[in-house]
């Protein structure tokens, strides 16, 4: 059987032609959502799904974050609240509330960076399950998947430490990409930590207590999403010889990933930010090519790729038999 080659390579590549679709298409939406009680009180989680955006730009990509660069980010999937943290909650966990307006059902306002630590130990206590705050990046990522909604009743403490946009950026900074980053937590030290809204990022110092700043909660997942992962799916897809297809699922299998189809698409969706791939010879399990991805039809023709009538491969021709 002919052996499939793994690469290992540390630095990325910013290559930004087209390989497989625009590396900057629309991000989907939770893959699912779960709920927890407290006591009385219940909250819902939303799982966001591994994947990429451009980070400090508004989702439609057509207005800047203030104190924002434009950023291309991948992140590991994550379970993030569907709202702020509500009044009753923090009261259930912590015996009193500190909001200046009294609502139990609105989010809870007037804690610190610091308070919020506390409520998560005695949160995770109460539920047997470990939450933190969410990075900047997640934060920013899961309001591009819900867009405003839960998203504009409050500004919201992130995790990471902040870190001031360079001296030298310009306003036109904003829409150059840079390199890609992969699971971006902010710098290691600083006293100032990040507050979010959907379009300002700000620094506020840990201990600070303001109305209308408030948090949510996160958790990691297991669907991860690193580089090591990334060149090992895009070394398998370099292996399709010319003329043949594969589907997101043999890949995922040949990865050792059997249930992880949905992961290679995402990566594949992002191969032009790691370097030049035959990404056009994947489709899905039916033989449809992949969304939003003009030029695959022609590519695979040029190889000599008949397509049927509906515009999909015939797998029983073209499917890429390994080892042969």
Not at 218 to 242: F, G, M, R
Not at 263 to 278: E, M, R
Request: hydrophobic residues 40%; proline residues 5%; neutral net charge.
């Amino acid at each position: 059987m002919k052996k499939i080659a793994i690469l290992i390579i540390i630095s990325l590549i910013g290559l930004w032609a087209v390989s497989c679709g625009d590396s900057n298409e629309k991000t989907t939406g939770p893959d699912y959502s779960m709920s927890y009680t407290v006591g009385a009180v219940s909250f819902e989680m939303l799982k966001a799904p591994s994947g990429n955006f451009t980070m400090g730009v508004s989702a439609d990509n057509r207005r800047k974050v203030t104190k924002g660069i434009a950023q291309p980010v991948a992140l590991d999937g994550f379970v993030i609240s569907a709202e702020p943290v509500s009044q009753a909650l923090w009261t259930e966990v912590m015996g009193k509330n500190p909001s200046q307006i009294k609502d139990p059902q609105a989010p809870v306002d007037m804690v610190s960076w610091v308070d919020i630590q506390k409520f998560l130990s005695k949160l995770e206590k109460r539920t047997g399950k470990s939450f933190s705050l969410p990075t900047e990046a997640q934060w920013e990522y899961a309001h591009h998947l819900n867009g405003d909604k839960g998203f504009t009743s409050v500004a919201e403490w992130c995790l990471d430490n902040y870190d001031e946009v360079p001296e030298d950026a310009t306003k036109d900074d904003y829409f150059v990409p840079m390199s890609l980053m992969v699971n971006p937590a902010g710098p290691e030290k600083g006293s100032a930590k990040v507050v979010r809204t959907t379009l300002e990022r700000m620094p506020v110092e840990s201990h600070t207590r303001r109305v209308k700043v408030g948090f949510r909660l996160a958790q990691p997942t297991e669907d991860v999403l690193n580089e090591e992962l990334a060149y090992l799916i895009l070394s398998v897809v370099s292996e399709i010889p010319k003329g043949k297809v594969a589907s997101y699922g043999q890949i995922a299998r040949l990865i050792g990933r059997e249930r992880n189809a949905r992961l290679v698409g995402k990566v594949l969706s992002n191969a032009s930010f790691y370097g030049d791939f035959p990404c056009h010879r994947v489709v899905n399990h039916n033989g449809r090519l992949a969304p939003g991805f003009d030029e695959q039809a022609e590519l695979l023709r040029q190889e000599g790729v008949v397509l049927k009538d509906n515009g999909h491969v015939d797998l029983k021709k073209y499917q890429w038999k390994e080892g042969i």
